[in-house]
């Protein structure tokens, strides 16, 4: 039986033209250029949703359940619940990824797993690969973190940095049709590669 991807949007969207997180997880670059992280994760679930379609598992964007409004900022604690109340409903097989952009200075994607969590060390290998794959851009590599995300989640769950919002070389990527359509593909080729190994 085939696992249920479960992905969700870090951050908030835009809400009657403001964006729900800000001041924070956004960039404005000298000329005006203003990129708003929240929006972006939103763009690349929804092209991973595209690109997975036909494929032979479900993927389930989780920000419809977080709130009346997927755009709306919902606290870590409860997108986490609902991730595990999502894995209840489908059989306790469900694997997921949360969906970001990186800031901070540096270029490129990486992931994050939670510490001695072999399955979801395996995914974000997985991950790594299809970033390799997919995508031109650098690849900082797979690494650790207690995120909340990733330690209160109860299943193989990943973490996704999709390049640097503050970079402007960067940024134009993430903001263009086909670094989506690069990015999304690097998530679904994880979830293949995943499932062909554990499935």
Known sequence: ??????????????????????????H???DGFTFYEGVFNRKLCKKILELASGKPYDVVYC???YSDDE???????????????????YGGN?????????AGGGYGGEVFHYPNSTKSEALAGCFSGGWSDS??????????ANFHMLRETAIPMILT??????????AEYMNSPLGIEEMAK???????????KFY
Do not use: Q, W
Request: glycine share 8%.
């Open 161 to 170: 940095e999709n390049c640097f919002f503050d970079n402007r070389s960067d």
């Open 94 to 102: 469900c694997i997921g990824a949360s969906v970001h952009g990186n």
């Open 63 to 65: 920000n419809t359940f």
């Open 135 to 144: 995508t031109k851009r650098k690849n900082r590599g797979v690494k650790t």
């Open 71 to 89: 755009n709306h900022d919902a606290p870590l604690s409860v997108r986490s619940k609902v991730i595990n109340r999502l894995n209840k409903v």
């Open 186 to 196: 690097a998530h679904v080729k994880a979830f293949d590669l995943y499932i062909e």
């Open 1 to 26: 039986m085939k696992p249920t991807i479960l992905i969700e949007a870090g951050h908030g969207g835009l809400i009657d033209g403001k964006y729900t997180t800000a001041p924070a997880k956004m």
């Open 28 to 30: 404005t670059f000298d």
